[in-house]
Nanobody, 122 residues
Framework: QVQLVESGGGLVQAGGSLRLSCADS????????IGWFRQALGKEREFVAA????????DFADSVKGRFTISRDNAKQMVYLQMNSLKPEDTAVYYC???????????????WGQGTQVTVSS
């Protein structure tokens, strides 16, 4: 089954970029929709982006449209979240999650990674 591990978080200045990676050690990532979510201190977990099994369909939260992109490389068992033009309000723990269906609601996802911290300084 899918087992997800996020990486690529860190500290970056406003306006900078980071690329987050979501790796599946279970080697089954191509069978899942992959979503990215984030949770800032004191806030609820929110949807960021999702990508379909093949990568043909993607969705983004309004807050990140035009700045973030999501992609996947099923051969490498990887999904990426490219974050550009980062703002301090992007600071959060970012999680990737796997679902057998295409959803933006966190409770529809079956498997979750441990999260990676992204901190954007002003």
């Amino acid at each position: 089954q899918v087992q997800l591990v996020e990486s690529g978080g860190g500290l970056v200045q406003a306006g900078g970029s980071l690329r987050l990676s979501c790796a599946d050690s279970g080697r089954t990532i191509s069978t899942y929709v992959i979503g990215w979510f984030r949770q800032a201190l004191g806030k609820e977990r929110e949807f960021v982006a999702a990508i379909s099994w093949s990568g043909a369909t993607t969705d983004f939260a309004d807050s990140v449209k035009g700045r973030f992109t999501i992609s996947r490389d099923n051969a490498k068992q990887m999904v990426y979240l490219q974050m550009n033009s980062l703002k301090p309000e992007d600071t959060a723990v970012y999680y990737c999650a796997a679902s057998t269906g295409y959803y933006s609601a966190a409770n529809m996802y079956d498997y979750w990674g441990q999260g990676t911290q992204v901190t954007v300084s002003s």
